[in-house]
């Protein structure tokens, strides 16, 4: 297969895009994320795989447990806020006000989060896969969820 084919029909995949939380030891982490999937029913269990080396990475790792944010489809500029590398200053994460829930960070203006307990990692590749149990969700307001082809960018391939 051509470099260039695989990569593009790589990055013909749907996905949405999603804001992914955690601390451990008052190490906060936010970023944004979209190779995320349902992986089964009963239990219900999320994959979603993390930039090796990132804070959210070890972060994940360390703790074993995350919030998913759901964002709406006009939440792109809030999205664009955590591909940077998380700053937590006066009481913001990236200037997004938060809350803490079960001792992790929830951001305020969502539509909907699930609560999450990692179950293993699969250490392959560049992106290891989180494959995690939801333990708790919220939706705070209906809403169309922001996708990825719709906003420029691409992130695969």
């Not at 349902?38 to 804070?55: M, T």
């Not at 938060?98 to 250490?123: T, W």
């Not at 708790?136 to 695969?156: C, F, H, M, Q």
Request: glycine share 8%; hydrophobic share 40%; aromatic share 10%.
């Amino acid at each position: 297969m051509e470099e260039k084919c695989k990569k593009q029909a790589l990055r013909m995949f749907s996905y949405g895009v999603y804001v992914l939380t955690s601390e451990n030891e008052g190490d906060y982490c936010a970023s944004t994320v979209t190779w995320v999937s349902q992986a089964s029913f009963e239990p219900p269990l999320i994959s979603v795989c993390i930039k090796r080396g990132s804070a959210s990475y070890e972060i994940v790792k360390k703790r074993g447990k995350f919030f998913l944010h759901l964002l709406g489809e006009n939440q792109k500029d809030m999205a664009l806020s955590f591909f940077k590398p998380t700053i937590l200053e006066h009481g913001k994460l990236n200037g997004h006000g938060f809350s803490l829930q079960n001792e992790l960070p929830l951001l305020k203006e969502v539509p909907a989060y699930i609560r999450c307990k990692v179950i293993e990692i699969l250490e392959n590749g560049d992106h290891p896969l989180f494959l995690a149990e939801v333990i708790g969700a919220e939706i705070n307001k209906d809403a169309v969820p922001l996708e990825l082809r719709k906003t420029g960018w691409s992130y695969g391939g």
